[in-house]
């Protein structure tokens, strides 16, 4: 039982470039969660998903996409990287009808 | 005024000392309160999960919550270096949104050998 994993550890990126942060989780929880972390903001909420097929968006959404087409998958997309998203970013899960999140191992993205 | 204030230290105590890290919240409705440990470099560990005021414990750890003063708190007795971490609050309120958990922005704790 894995819990929740990420792809990859790490990752730098030129401005303007893209990638796709991979989050799985072997849990069987319905709600999924991306997060970026920066010294002194804490975790910011970026989108969720409720379930297979459903996203929302959370607290700064701009500059990125999801999907989640996949239960046990959540795709974090950046479609052209600015540097003011170098971060830390955390994908974390929830089974249904609770409220407690876990978490995975982080990406650490730097945009040059 | 944020909604959740957490006193980023850093704490630094020796081993064996009690450590109580805490924080204070202004949304009266917050039902669900979470403690996480952070270690440098790793994801979030969920610890303490309690629901409205009381308290929980599981080995060295306590959770209290005291909904009146809108404060929570996390002691650890007998510290260890191993304890070394940061330690994040998270709460919500029930139904509403499922994004709806807000962290406090975490206590640097270093324990002394």
């Known amino acids: 039982n ?4 990420q792809t990859p550890k790490f990752r730098v990126l030129k401005t303007g470039q ?6 799985a989780q072997d849990m069987n929880h319905e709600y999924m969660y991306w997060y970026r972390q920066d010294p002194g903001m804490g975790l910011r909420l970026i989108h969720y998903s409720v379930g297979e097929g459903t996203t929302a968006k959370g607290e700064v959404p701009d500059g990125y996409n999801v999907s989640r087409l996949k239960k046990q998958n959540f795709l974090l997309g950046l479609e052209s990287a600015a540097p003011s998203q170098t971060s830390v970013y955390f994908c974390a899960s929830g ?5 407690e999140q876990y978490f995975g191992p982080g990406t650490r993205l730097t945009v040059t | 005024q944020k909604e959740v204030e957490q006193d980023p230290g850093p704490l630094s105590v020796p081993e064996g000392a009690i450590v109580s890290l805490n924080c204070t919240y202004s949304n009266s409705a917050f039902q669900y309160f ?3 440990r952070q270690y440098s470099r790793k994801g979030p560990e969920l610890l303490m999960y309690t629901y409205s005021s009381g308290n929980k414990e599981d080995g060295r750890f306590t959770a209290q919550v005291d909904k009146s003063s809108k404060y929570i708190s996390l002691f650890i007795r007998d510290s260890q270096p191993s304890d070394s971490a940061t330690y994040l609050c998270a709460m919500r ?8 958990l807000i962290f406090g922005k975490g206590t640097k704790l270093s324990v002394k050998p």
């Open chain 1, 2 to 5: 894995a819990g929740v994993t």
């Open chain 1, 18 to 23: 893209s990638m796709t942060l991979l989050c």
């Open chain 1, 95 to 99: 089974g249904s009808g609770r409220y």
């Open chain 2, 34 to 36: 979470m403690w996480y």
């Open chain 2, 93 to 100: 309120s029930y139904g509403g949104s499922q994004g709806n």
